[in-house]
């Protein structure tokens, strides 16, 4: 479901968020890439997978059944994935594709700020 | 084509999941034995849910070839005393212990790498019959969880890449209050992962560990193809999850506390940008 306040966090993590290359919105029910500013379809896939995988992982340890992760990261040899689920819009996700360079801890302090901004929570 | 040896080992390692989760469900916190085919085919002591002795006519490595590498002692001074305590019923581990010739530690390491690697032996073999008796004589810090059995079985052919996995896991956590688990990776077996290590907790089962390294598996697979070696998740309470590949074995740790867990992160993340 695509809103002026998703179009806009998207607009703020792309200018913000350090060494930015795509910012998107995923409905990790069904992987639909929701709004995007330079992200692609197969990007959608990956914000999906590593929310449904993890999950999976975290439930599978004494039997957790509160998993639902509110913050995803993922890192590789030339990416940083940062991703937020929103609380304001149950089911979608907006995530920030970082080249590697970027600081980590620059990275996650910018996006809880700009989503929490959005989320009424700053 | 007949299968490789490692093909064979690798097939009876799936088997021992089944058998080392039958020892956690169906008998839990139970003691007796699991005889396996005609009563000298083997046997498997299990005092309080907790594996204390396994024995196999088929193994080729007894305790005392173990325990002889670890000791200055000859072989026919450790078998006077291995008769001494079979004729007496006295433990022959803890004897050892009691006069010095073996510490504690090397004792405990010799049994279990002799439990696991007896267990795999029996796992090849037809379902065992569950037998309930007192047993109760064992010192229970010499009796093994079915996760401290399972993550070492496999060190009989994988045991320097098992060993690397562990101090991997080790120098990741380090102090930090948090499990953490290591496993191989192992196409050939049905489950592609080898669980070969665990720190952090106490009571953990062989089911909840395969079922910790089967989705991290899928965890890392899943995103393969935008090259992810590093995962972390973290839930609204805080609790996060930490998944990682390096040089060929699966990692996961979880923790309460997002700050500790940021601090494994960041350790991690400076190799896994490299």
């Given at each position: 479901m695509r809103t002026p306040v998703i179009d806009d966090l998207l607009t703020r993590l792309r200018t913000?968020?350090?060494?930015?290359?795509a910012a998107m919105a995923v409905?990790?029910?069904?992987?639909?890439?929701?709004?995007?500013?330079?992200?692609e379809d197969a990007a959608a896939d990956v914000v999906r997978e590593l929310f449904v995988h993890t999950r999976a992982v975290t439930c599978a340890f004494r039997s957790?059944?509160?998993?639902?992760?509110?913050e995803v990261i993922m890192l590789s040899a030339g990416r940083a994935y940062v991703c937020q689920a929103l609380k304001q819009h149950p089911g979608i996700v907006a995530a920030a594709v970082s080249a590697h360079t970027a600081n980590l801890g620059m990275l996650l302090a910018v996006m809880r700020r700009e989503v929490a901004a959005v989320e009424g929570d700053a | 084509m007949s299968a490789s040896p490692e093909v064979r080992e690798t097939n009876r390692f799936d088997r021992l999941c089944v058998l080392l989760e039958t020892i956690d469900?169906?008998?839990?916190g139970q003691s007796g034995s699991l005889s396996f085919g005609s009563a000298s085919q083997g046997i498997v002591l299990v005092q309080s849910g907790r594996v204390c002795w396994a024995a196999s006519s088929?193994?080729?490595?007894r305790l005392t070839d173990r325990l002889r590498h670890a000791c200055t002692l000859s072989e026919h001074s450790l078998q006077l005393i291995f008769r001494d305590c079979r004729a007496s019923g006295t433990p022959f581990g803890e004897t050892l212990v009691e006069r010095g010739i073996v510490s504690f530690d090397v004792l405990r390491t010799a049994l279990l790498q002799h439990n696991a690697e007896t267990l795999l032996q029996l796992a090849g073999q037809p379902a065992p019959q569950w037998r309930p008796a007192k047993i109760e004589q064992y010192d229970p810090s010499l009796t093994f969880t079915s996760a401290e059995l399972l993550a070492h079985s496999a060190d009989g052919w994988w045991g320097p890449l098992a060993a690397a996995a562990r101090d991997e896991l080790r120098a990741a956590l380090r102090d930090r209050h948090a499990v953490g688990l290591s496993f191989l990776r192992a196409p050939?077996?049905?489950?592609s992962i080898v669980p070969v290590g665990f720190v952090g907790t106490d009571d953990l089962s062989a089911r909840e560990m395969l079922a910790i390294g089967r989705a991290a598996e899928r965890a890392m697979q899943s995103c393969s193809a935008a090259g992810g070696r590093l995962v972390a998740s973290t839930r609204a309470d805080g609790r996060t999850t930490v998944i990682w590949i390096d040089d060929g074995a699966y990692y996961v740790a979880f923790g309460d506390d997002r700050s500790e867990m940021a601090f494994i992160v960041a350790h991690l993340s400076r190799r896994a940008l490299e």
């Open positions: 913000e968020v350090p060494d930015c290359i409905d990790v029910r069904d992987g639909a890439l929701v709004a995007s500013r330079g992200a957790a059944d509160d998993a639902d992760p509110q | 469900e169906l008998h839990a088929m193994m080729p490595t050939e077996t049905a489950d």
